[in-house]
Structures are given as C-alpha cells and as structure tokens.
C-alpha cells in the first residue's frame, strides 16, 4: 500500500468513536519506531513533522522520502498519512508539492478574516491533488519563554465558518496545550468541545497537545467528536528518559555500546512501547 491522505481513516476513527494516533517525528529512529508501533498494533497512523522538524531532517523532500522508504522497505500494510503539522501558508503549499499526503494550516495568528481566506485558498490546492487538510481556529496554549499559558478555547462560531470551508478535521483549543502539563493545569473543557462539536455538524476535530492528558479525560473527548490526537512531547520524553538512564547505568561504556544503534536502542524501545500504549487508549488498535 502507498500512503494515503488521512480522509478515509479520519472518517472511519469519527464513525467508529476512536481516534488516530498523530505521532511527530523527528528523524530515522523517530519515523522506524513509530512505524513498528503502527504495524504491531494494526492501527492506522497519522505520521507528521512540523516545519522545523523537516528543516532538521533536510527539508520536506528528504521528509516524504524517508517515510515512503521506510514504508515499502518495512513491508508495512497498515494506512500511513503523512502529514504536516502547524504549517505556514508557504509551508503547506510546499509540503503538497512535495509528496505530503495531508497538510495542517495553521493559520490561527492572523485575524479571523485572513484565517478564512487563506484556508480556503489551501483546501482548494490540497484537494485539487487528493491531500487531506486540517486547520486551526483560536490558537492552542503552550509554554513559551517557559511560561506555560492556560488552554485557548477556541469560538464555536468561527470553528462553524472554517468548518463550512470543506475542511478535512479541524484544531479547536478546548483548554488543551502544548508540552508539558502543568501541576495545576484545569483539564479539557467539555463544556466548550460539546458546543464546537455541535457548531461544526459532524466535522472531525483534532486534539492538540495530546502528551500527558489522563486517559479518563482523551476517552470522553473521543465519545464527543475528537478523532486525531497528536502526541509529540510523550515520546520525546520516554525517549530522553531511557537514554538517561543507559548513561547514568554506565551501560553505554561496557563492549560496543556506544555504536549509535545500541547507544539508542533503549529509548527506541521506549517509544515503541508509549506509542503502543497511547494507540489501545485511543482505540485504534485492530482499525487498519
Ligand atoms: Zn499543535
């Protein structure tokens, strides 16, 4: 199988009430773990890069052709979108001409006005070559400057007019962030999910900042009409965590240990491990 957009299996995950998991990558390891995680757990995957994770990669050529690589050379048969997370206006244009099969818009720093404009101008190129399109209304929260703000909520009414755009899933803030939640953090509001899944008729929504939100909480969100998570933060922190310990173990100075495949392999291991774990609380396992 080639990779796909992620059209189907966001339709599929909204009608059957799970969600796709959508892992970031990073790099080789990031994209082989992952994969491995997907085909083990017979789940179909949203595999995406931001754009300064693709420049680190070597741009989005080097991005599309690793995965697709990978993918044939893995022999994996579960549906793999490949997608672009927060891109820019140029960014996306340019992740479709690329290869991507499914590109993010994120366009919600401009005024409201410019946001509609220029994600209708992206849904219509991206469909017009069979990708898949998300965008974002109302911003997310997240730590910046180490400064973690509360969850954005984001204005039913907008989400109904990008909603209205054609659209393929939509990012709307319900009190989620990026990064690491904080000790006092509120948790999602459903309050305000029930209302924009109300406002956007059947529109698939995407959750943002899907690292450390109690499972109680993304399984309620799943029920009312979240059908991607992203998680990024989660594996970075696993795999950091793993390594840390190889090192602090003294593991890495016995025999050959520090060959970058073995020196690796722990925190490897642990994001195969997390990845699989947050694919059964998501319920995507056994929907390829
Ligand atoms: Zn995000």
């Given at each position: 199988?080639?990779?796909?957009?992620?059209?189907?299996?966001?339709?599929?995950?909204?009608?059957?009430?799970?969600?796709?998991?959508?892992?970031?990558?990073n790099?080789?390891?990031?994209?082989?773990?992952?994969?491995?995680?997907?085909?083990?757990?017979?789940?179909?995957?949203?595999?995406?890069?931001?754009?300064?994770?693709a420049?680190?990669?070597?741009?989005?050529?080097?991005?599309v052709?690793?995965?697709?690589?990978?993918?044939?050379?893995?022999?994996?048969?579960?549906?793999?979108?490949?997608?672009?997370?927060?891109?820019?206006?140029e960014?996306?244009?340019?992740?479709?001409?690329?290869?991507?099969?499914?590109?993010?818009?994120?366009?919600?720093?401009f005024d409201?006005?410019?946001?509609?404009a220029?994600?209708?101008?992206?849904?219509?190129?991206?469909?017009?070559?069979?990708?898949?399109?998300?965008?974002?209304?109302?911003?997310?929260?997240?730590?910046?400057?180490?400064?973690?703000?509360?969850?954005?909520l984001a204005d039913?009414?907008?989400?109904?007019k990008?909603?209205?755009?054609?659209?393929d899933?939509?990012?709307?803030?319900?009190?989620?962030?990026?990064?690491?939640?904080?000790?006092?953090?509120?948790?999602?509001?459903f309050?305000r999910?029930?209302?924009?899944?109300?406002?956007?008729?059947?529109?698939?929504l995407?959750?943002?900042?899907g690292?450390?939100?109690?499972?109680?909480?993304v399984?309620?969100?799943?029920?009312?009409g979240?059908?991607?998570i992203?998680?990024?933060?989660?594996?970075?922190?696993?795999?950091?965590?793993?390594?840390?310990?190889?090192?602090?173990?003294?593991?890495?100075?016995?025999?050959?240990?520090?060959?970058?495949?073995?020196?690796?392999?722990?925190?490897?291991?642990?994001?195969?491990?997390?990845?699989c774990?947050?694919i059964?609380?998501?319920?995507?396992d056994?929907?390829?």
């Open positions: 199988m080639v990779m796909v957009s992620a059209t189907e299996m966001m339709i599929k995950a909204h009608e059957g009430h799970y969600a796709i998991p959508a892992f970031n990558t790099n080789l390891e990031w994209t082989k773990c992952i994969l491995t995680a997907v085909q083990k757990m017979n789940s179909p995957v949203i595999i995406q890069a931001s754009e300064g994770a420049k680190y990669m070597g741009g989005y050529k080097n991005v052709d690793l995965v697709r690589n990978l993918h044939d050379s893995m022999g994996i048969t579960v549906p793999v979108a490949l997608h672009l997370d927060h891109g820019t206006y960014g996306a244009k340019a992740c479709i001409e690329a290869g991507f099969t499914s590109v993010m818009f994120d366009g919600s720093h409201f006005d410019e946001n509609v220029k994600s209708k101008e992206i849904i219509e190129y991206a469909h017009s070559k069979g990708v898949s399109v998300e965008c974002e209304v109302g911003g997310i929260g997240g730590t910046e400057d180490g400064v973690t703000s509360n969850g954005e039913p009414e907008e989400c109904a990008i909603a209205g755009l054609g659209v899933f939509l990012a709307a803030g319900i009190g989620n962030i990026h990064g690491k939640y904080p000790a006092n953090w509120a948790g999602l509001n309050d999910l029930n209302e924009i899944n109300e406002a956007v008729n059947g529109k698939p995407v959750l943002h900042g690292s450390g939100i109690p499972f109680d909480q399984s309620k969100a799943i029920s009312m979240v059908s991607k992203n998680v990024n933060t989660e594996l970075q922190l696993v795999f950091a965590a793993a390594t840390r310990k190889f090192i602090e173990e003294g593991k890495d100075l016995e025999g050959k240990n520090y060959d970058p495949r073995k020196l690796l392999k722990p925190g490897c291991d642990a994001i195969i491990d997390k990845a774990e947050l059964k609380a998501f319920g995507s056994n929907k390829a």
